[in-house]
């Protein structure tokens, strides 16, 4: 009844920038924290972004300074906004996010991913 669908990932060069989306629909009473994720070949996944309900932020060392996770509340979408691309940055990048149902279910939901590929 929850679904979290990311969108937004492609090919870009190195340097470049992609924005990614996850919108979440279904029987959502409210959204708490939301996080990135993101999964290299034959690496485990790795937390790369979180933002709370409130709006506060944690960022990987590795992505600091290049990456900015944002929220719109009355859309039910995360951003992720990603500039000065590396290679290194190419995975599945995955959205997770704690969401209390209208039901008052609360569990943790993740999107079927999105391929992010830096290469020039």
């Known amino acids: 009844q929850v679904q979290l669908v990311e969108s937004g990932g492609g090919l870009v060069q190195p340097g470049g920038s992609l924005r990614l989306s996850c919108a979440a629909s279904?029987?959502?009473?409210?959204?708490?924290?939301t996080g990135w994720y993101r999964q290299a070949p034959e690496k485990q996944r790795e937390l790369v972004a979180t933002?709370?309900?409130?709006?506060?932020?944690t960022y990987a060392d590795s992505v600091k300074g290049r990456f900015t996770i944002s929220r719109d509340n009355t859309k039910k979408t995360v951003y992720l906004q990603m500039n000065s691309l590396k290679p290194e940055d190419t995975a599945v990048y995955y959205c997770?996010?704690?969401?209390?149902?209208?039901?008052?279910?609360?569990?943790?939901?993740w999107g079927q991913g999105t391929q992010v590929t830096v290469s020039s």
């Open positions: 933002i709370s309900s409130g709006g506060s932020t």
């Open positions: 279904g029987s959502i009473f409210s959204i708490n924290r």
């Open positions: 997770n996010a704690d969401i209390r149902t209208t039901n008052s279910m609360l569990r943790a939901y």
